[in-house]
């Protein structure tokens, strides 16, 4: 493991017209970070519903959250939230997975139980796995929509409920250091989050232009890493899969090549400066 922090705190939130309120939560929870990032999940249009949803963003510094959002019984939206280190969250790298680890007591009030991820990593993905991914949802949609996140752009579909399946099923496809960086949310009412693949009831403007709505998604030009993923599909190659899964992402190369000019400056002034 990366981290000694296997951690997990709990919050669980409801929002109605009175406000957002913590009312169950693990000791030393940060309850002023939870309530500002359910109010940033934007308020609930007219006749939409939420029955489950989840996302997961930044919470402060040095932890990531990932927070399951479902409807009441009585009108007010629940967001249970699981905070753990951010170096365990990239270790980990699915939110979905994380979550149905622990399914929420949306009843709870009051303190709640410490978690912790045990001491292991996810199970590996399977050729398998992402052939049925590719059967069963929209195959166009979701292969656009992968290599759009792996080019650095944002994915956003309309839904007028969640969609689980379809962020899902994205995830499943994701290099492992995408998975790690980027933020899905199958399901929310605003932009604010600044999530990289969302569905949302109503479209956002998006003066960045950063943005591929589900036309543009479907047309996104194929790219080698979508091209790849599914021959190693088609061809149920788990080494090549197993390859692209490690693919560095943008970020990577970037810091990299920074750290290789460090070096070379270091070794220069070193010469220069040391050895007469």
Same mark, same amino acid.
């Given at each position: ?7 997990? $705190? %709990? ?20 309850? *002023? ?10 308020? @609930? ?25 479902? &409807? ?10 699981? !905070? ?5 969250? $990239?270790?980990?790298? =699915? ?7 622990? #399914?929420?007591? +949306? ?5 709640? #139980?410490?978690?912790? +991820? ?6 590996? @993905?399977? !050729? ?7 059967? /069963?949802? =929209? ?5 656009? $929509? ?13 839904? *007028?409920?969640? =969609? ?6 994205? +995830? %499943? ?9 980027? +933020?899905? *949310? ?15 009831? !109503?479209? #956002? #403007? &998006?003066? $960045? @232009?950063?943005?591929? /709505?589900? &036309? ?5 030009? %194929?790219? @080698? ?12 190659? %788990? ?9 560095? /992402?943008?970020?990577?190369? !970037? ?22």
């Amino acid at each position: 493991m990366p981290t000694s922090d296997l951690h997990i $705190s %709990q919050g669980l939130l409801l929002s109605d017209p009175r406000g957002v309120r913590v009312v169950a939560q693990t000791e030393g929870f940060d309850n *002023a970070e939870a309530e500002r990032i359910a109010v940033l999940f934007g308020a @609930r249009p007219a006749g939409v519903a939420c029955p489950l949803a989840h996302f997961a963003c930044p919470f402060g510094r040095a932890h990531v959250a990932v927070v399951q959002v479902a &409807d009441r019984p009585d009108g007010s939206l629940a967001f249970r939230f699981l !905070v753990l280190n951010a170096e365990l969250y $990239s270790f980990l790298g =699915d939110p979905f997975a994380i979550a149905d680890r622990y #399914p929420p007591d +949306w009843n709870a009030r009051g303190a709640l #139980p410490s978690l912790e +991820w045990p001491p292991e990593p996810l199970p590996p @993905r399977t !050729v398998e796995q992402v052939q049925e991914v590719l059967k /069963t949802g =929209d195959s166009p949609l979701l292969l656009g $929509s992968t290599q759009v996140l792996v080019d650095g752009g944002r994915v956003v579909v309309q839904r *007028a409920a969640p =969609d689980e399946a379809f962020l899902r099923g994205l +995830w %499943q496809l994701l290099p492992h250091r995408s998975r790690a960086e980027l +933020w899905p *949310a199958s399901f929310t009412f605003s932009a604010e989050l600044g999530f990289h693949a969302a569905a949302v009831p !109503v479209l #956002p #403007p &998006d003066p $960045s @232009r950063l943005r591929h /709505t589900e &036309d543009g998604l479907r047309d996104y030009p %194929q790219g @080698r890493y979508e091209l790849h993923l599914q021959i190693a599909a088609e061809d149920g190659d %788990q080494r090549e899969l197993d390859r692209l899964f490690a693919r560095r /992402t943008s970020s990577d190369t !970037v810091r990299l090549g920074l750290a290789i000019i460090a070096v070379a400056f270091l070794i220069a002034a070193f010469v220069k400066f040391v050895i007469p």
